[in-house]
Nanobody, 116 residues
């Protein structure tokens, strides 16, 4: 089992920045991937960015150049630095963790609202 605790969501004006954090604990393997997904009202959940234990990253086209995912391996924590936020970034953001070959675990979600 893996437990995830997310933090860092909130309300920000267009063009602003936020940083999300996701701390993992429990049965963490040497090889894993952590990712951030988001789901806006009436839309499907989509991958925003992911990072694996080798620090390879992947981004959705809509956030490239604006969002940066990183991790602190000592703390088993992943971060999503979000800059130049747009109205379209408003969503519930979920952290996901998966050990290699294992099931995925989801955080409880943190709301990001971009509003003037």
């Amino acid at each position: 089992q893996v437990q995830l605790v997310e933090s860092g969501g909130g309300r920000v004006q267009p063009g602003g920045s936020l940083r999300l954090s996701c701390a993992a604990s429990g049965s963490i393997a040497r090889v894993y991937v952590m990712g951030w997904y988001r789901q806006a009202p009436g839309k499907q959940r989509e991958l925003v960015a992911s990072i694996n234990s080798g620090d390879s990253t992947n981004y959705a086209d809509s956030v490239k150049g604006r969002f940066t995912i990183s991790r602190d391996s000592a703390k088993n924590t992943a971060y999503l630095q979000m800059k130049s936020l747009q109205y379209e970034d408003t969503a519930l953001y979920y952290c996901n963790f998966r050990n290699l070959g294992g099931p995925g675990y989801w955080g409880q979600g943190t709301q990001v609202t971009v509003s003037s």
